[in-house]
C-alpha cells in the first residue's frame, strides 16, 4: 500500500506543479504586450460572435498569435461571455487582458446595426432603440415624421430599407442609419426594376416591392422565392386574391400571438389578402434583394397554389384538385 500512495502523491505532485506552470504561463501571456502585425489595425466583430469564433478572427487578422491560449486565458477568468459587436481599430500594442476588455466594454470605432431580412417596422425600431451606442433620435417621432427627416417621399416605412450590416461612429443619430438603409433599398429596387421581365401586373416600383416583401415572407427558401413570385404573379393577373397568411399577419399586428386563427382570416383588414383582391397597401416587411429580384423577375409557371411541406420548402400545383391533395397530405394528416 506504500508504495501505491507514494505513487500517487507524486502523481498528485506533478499535476499541481504542472497546474501552477500553466496558470503562470497563462498569467504571464496575459501581461506581455500582444505584437499586433501592421499597426493601425481594424476588425469586425459582427452580430452572434462567441469567444471562440473571436479567437480565430484575431490570430487570423494577426491581433494575437494563439487562439486557443487566448480563449483559455478568457475561460479561466470567467471573461468572454458579453462581447460588443463593432469596428475595432488597435493602433498601439495591448496586452491579451486589455484587448479583452476593451471589447467587452465595446469601446469600437464604429457601431454594427444589423437590419435583417423579413423584419417589419416595429422590429427595426426596437433593434435602434437597444444599441446604446446610437443616439435615438427617431423616438417620439411619427412614421410620417421620421420619413420626412429621412428624406424620403413615402410615409409609411414599412419595406423602405434595405437589410443589412451599417457601421457608423459611436453616438451617431440613428436617423443616419434610416437615412442610409432608405437610400440603399430605392437603388436595389431601381436597379431590379430597370431589369424586369415584361408584362408584370405592377403599375409602379412600389407595388414590385409589396410583392417582394410577402415573397420574402412566404419562405426562407431561397431557391423557392422566383416560384412563389410567379405564383402570385399568376393569382394577380387572373385577378384571384392572393391569400397569404402574411399579409393576414401584419394586418393583426401586434395582437398575433403565433396561432393564425380562422376569425382572423374572416376579419377585414387591408392587408387581409383573404378577404380583399390586388396587393396589401404598403410592404409587410424588408425585402431583401434576392426576394425583390424574384418579385420581379418570377419564374415562368402554371402554379396558382402553394403548400408548406413543414421543412421549410411548398409543394406547388396548378389546380385545386392537386392542391388539396397536398394539403390533405402535408397539413391535415
Known amino acids: 500500500m506504500r508504495p501505491c500512495m507514494k505513487t500517487i502523491k507524486r ?13 503562470g504561463g497563462v ?6 504586450p500582444l505584437r499586433i502585425e501592421a499597426l493601425p489595425k481594424t476588425i469586425n466583430v459582427v452580430p452572434g460572435t462567441h469567444l471562440r469564433q473571436l479567437s480565430t478572427l484575431l490570430e ?7 487562439a486557443p491560449l487566448f480563449w483559455l486565458l478568457a475561460r479561466a477568468l470567467g471573461r468572454g461571455d458579453a462581447l460588443k459587436v463593432g469596428v475595432y481599430t488597435f493602433d498601439r ?3 491579451p487582458l486589455a484587448l479583452l476588455a476593451r471589447i467587452e466594454r465595446g469601446e469600437v470605432s464604429q457601431v454594427a446595426v444589423q437590419l435583417i431580412e423579413g423584419w417589419n417596422w416595429r422590429e427595426v425600431r426596437a433593434a435602434l432603440a437597444a444599441q446604446p451606442l446610437l443616439k435615438n433620435d427617431s423616438a417620439g417621432m411619427s412614421d410620417a415624421e421620421l420619413m420626412q427627416a429621412i428624406g424620403a417621399e413615402e410615409s409609411h416605412p414599412e419595406g423602405l430599407l434595405f437589410p443589412d450590416t451599417y457601421f457608423f461612429a459611436p453616438h451617431s443619430s440613428d436617423l443616419n442609419v434610416l437615412r442610409r438603409a432608405y437610400r440603399l433599398q430605392q ?5 431590379a426594376w430597370e431589369t424586369r421581365a415584361p408584362g408584370l401586373p405592377y403599375a409602379t416600383p412600389y407595388e ?3 410583392m417582394a416583401s410577402i415573397v420574402e415572407k412566404e419562405t426562407g427558401a431561397a431557391f423557392e422565392r422566383p416560384e412563389i413570385a410567379g405564383v402570385f404573379v399568376n393569382r394577380l393577373r387572373l385577378r384571384m386574391r392572393l391569400q397569404t397568411d402574411p399579409t393576414v399577419i401584419y394586418g393583426v399586428g401586434a395582437r398575433f400571438d403565433g396561432n393564425l386563427r380562422k376569425i382572423d382570416l374572416q376579419t377585414d383588414t387591408p392587408y387581409n389578402t383573404y378577404t380583399r383582391s390586388g396587393l396589401p397597401p404598403t410592404p409587410i ?22 403548400v408548406s411541406r413543414n421543412d421549410g420548402t411548398h409543394v406547388f400545383s396548378s389546380n385545386l384538385e392537386a392542391h388539396n391533395r ?8
Open 93 to 95: 500594442p495591448l496586452t
Open 285 to 306: 416587411a424588408m425585402p431583401g434583394e434576392a426576394a425583390i429580384r424574384a418579385a420581379l423577375n418570377p419564374a415562368t409557371t402554371d402554379a396558382l397554389y402553394f
Open 326 to 333: 397536398a394539403v390533405n397530405r402535408y397539413q391535415r394528416r
Open 11 to 23: 502523481l498528485l505532485a506533478l499535476v499541481l506543479i504542472a497546474a501552477l506552470l500553466l496558470a
Open 27 to 32: 498569467a504571464w501571456y496575459a501581461s506581455q
Open 187 to 191: 437603388e436595389k429596387l431601381m436597379a
Open 208 to 210: 414590385a416591392l409589396i
Open 60 to 66: 487570423r487578422e494577426g491581433v494575437i498569435d494563439n
